[in-house]
């Protein structure tokens, strides 16, 4: 009964040890199966992480913010100093303080020219702000269209080879490269889409905040010329 038993024990380990071990499949192995398409998306991501770490250095730069800025521009004008004012703008080299620049350069003409020059350089800041936003949210609304068609040539791939299949027998493996292509692809397209959707919210976020600042700081610059001296 024990010697048995010790050869029940000994198939069972020779037969474990018959089978093949299944490898798990990783990332890198993934991207293989998708071909070209997964070349294209991968630059599709590099160039988005390009424009949103850029955008991020360019924004945190607008965002930084003097508080005696203002306190001392006011200084300034009432004294008279308008040089010394111009020379602290430029300086100071951020969105508000260039249009705060050409407000001062507009001093003397009537209030309506001055508050227009001010607001044109604020559009054209916050458009300098906004570069690379057209791309980013081309990404995001084009990688998930190509992982889809990147889907669409998998599955043509997996009927031609079904059609030239002898005989009518189909074997898996055949099978297996087009629909591998056909999921990794659409998985690369979503993925790339949704990383460049929620970047691009992200910044025009922050876009909005920088707008609200410059918004802020022409209101300041406007009643500060509107103050009796």
């Known amino acids: 009964m024990l010697l048995q038993i010790d050869s029940m024990a ?59 800025f203002m306190d001392r521009i006011r200084d300034y004008i ?14 100071t080299d951020t969105p508000s303080s260039r249009m705060v620049e050409k407000g001062i350069t507009r001093i003397g003409r009537p209030m309506q ?44 791939q997996t009927f031609y080879n079904m059609a030239q299949s002898a005989g009518g027998v189909i074997e898996m493996g055949a099978l297996s490269e087009g629909m591998y292509q056909a999921m990794v692809t659409t998985i690369g397209g979503l993925i790339v889409g949704i990383l460049a959707m929620f970047a691009y919210n992200f910044l025009v976020a922050r876009i909005d905040r920088v707008v609200r600042n410059l918004e802020g700081r022409t209101m300041e610059f406007m009643d500060l010329l509107n103050e009796p001296v």
């Open 10 to 68: 000994i198939a069972e380990e020779l037969a474990m040890a018959e089978e093949p071990v299944q490898e798990s499949i990783n990332l890198w192995t993934m991207a293989q199966y998708g071909g070209w398409i997964m070349v294209v998306l991968a630059l599709l991501l590099a160039w988005a992480v390009y424009i949103f770490i850029e955008r991020m250095v360019v924004m945190k730069n607008a965002m930084k913010e003097d508080t005696s």
């Open 78 to 91: 009432h004294e008279g100093k308008i040089d010394s004012a111009q020379k602290l703008c430029a300086q």
């Open 113 to 156: 020219d001055v508050q227009v020059a001010v607001e044109n350089v604020g559009n054209l800041e916050v458009a300098k702000l906004e570069k690379g936003l057209v791309i980013m949210a081309t990404i995001a609304a084009g990688a998930p269209m190509l992982g889809f068609l990147g889907t669409v040539l998998g599955m043509v």
